[in-house]
């Protein structure tokens, strides 16, 4: 997971949904609780984004490191002229994108999500609406996004508090390094162990990314 920017304008009903949670959490895990006293107050309001502008960032942070993606995330702003729209980014060429440092693929993806958002295909406003299940179906019909991509999405472009990525490489190592594992559970294992967060996995994952890349 990489850092996303920084939101300036913080809403005060999801400060209190995630204080809220920070309770419920050290309530119901004692050792997540150690870890959320010991890292203090939860920022996550801080990290929310505007729902196209968290979906492309999370395209572009796919399957690279935290460092290289928010290399690349930092020239794609500036060729955007900010926050990442639909149609701004629909004007830049091919060569720019890739000057960018962005992948063939995810060119591609970026590109056409841009021109679906743009055409209304995709309606994220309609989207936000829905429960988790049926953003999740909706999105994956479409190149290049799949579970984990909609999962960042869900929480950084859409708010929701209960979501969790079993396949976050980040996030089952730090379960692994919660529970003094041998080795990180696999997503299955996962999966079951962040049911005892519910429904609060949001921001039980925002601390334990936080344990593994205190940076990102």
């Known amino acids: ?68 993606a928010a290399s690349i995330t930092n020239r794609l702003r500036q060729l955007a002229g900010g926050l990442f729209t639909a149609d701004a980014l629909s004007k830049l060429g091919e060569d720019e994108l890739r000057g960018a440092g962005l992948s063939r693929n995810k060119i591609r993806t970026i590109t056409e999500l841009s021109a679906k958002v743009l055409s209304t295909e995709i309606d994220l406003k309609a989207l936000a609406d829905q429960p988790d299940e049926v953003v999740m179906k909706q999105l994956c019909q479409h190149y290049g996004i799949g579970p984990w991509t909609v999962e960042m999405f869900l929480i950084f472009g859409l708010s929701r508090m209960d979501v969790f990525s079993g396949g976050d490489l980040a996030l089952r190592k730090a379960i692994g390094l919660l529970y003094d594992l041998d080795n990180p559970p696999d997503v299955q294992e996962s999966n079951r162990l962040a049911e005892n967060w519910a429904p609060y996995r949001t921001v039980a994952s925002w601390y334990l990314w936080r344990t593994v890349d205190p940076l990102a």
């Open 1 to 68: 997971m990489t850092r996303a920017k920084l939101n300036s304008t913080v809403s005060p009903e999801i400060i209190a949904q995630v204080e809220q949670a920070e309770t419920y959490l050290c309530n119901h895990d004692p050792r997540l609780g150690a870890v959320i006293r010991d890292l203090g107050p939860c920022k996550l309001a801080s990290y929310l984004m505007e729902p196209f502008d968290a979906l492309v960032w999370t395209v572009v942070g796919q399957q690279i490191s935290s460092a290289a």
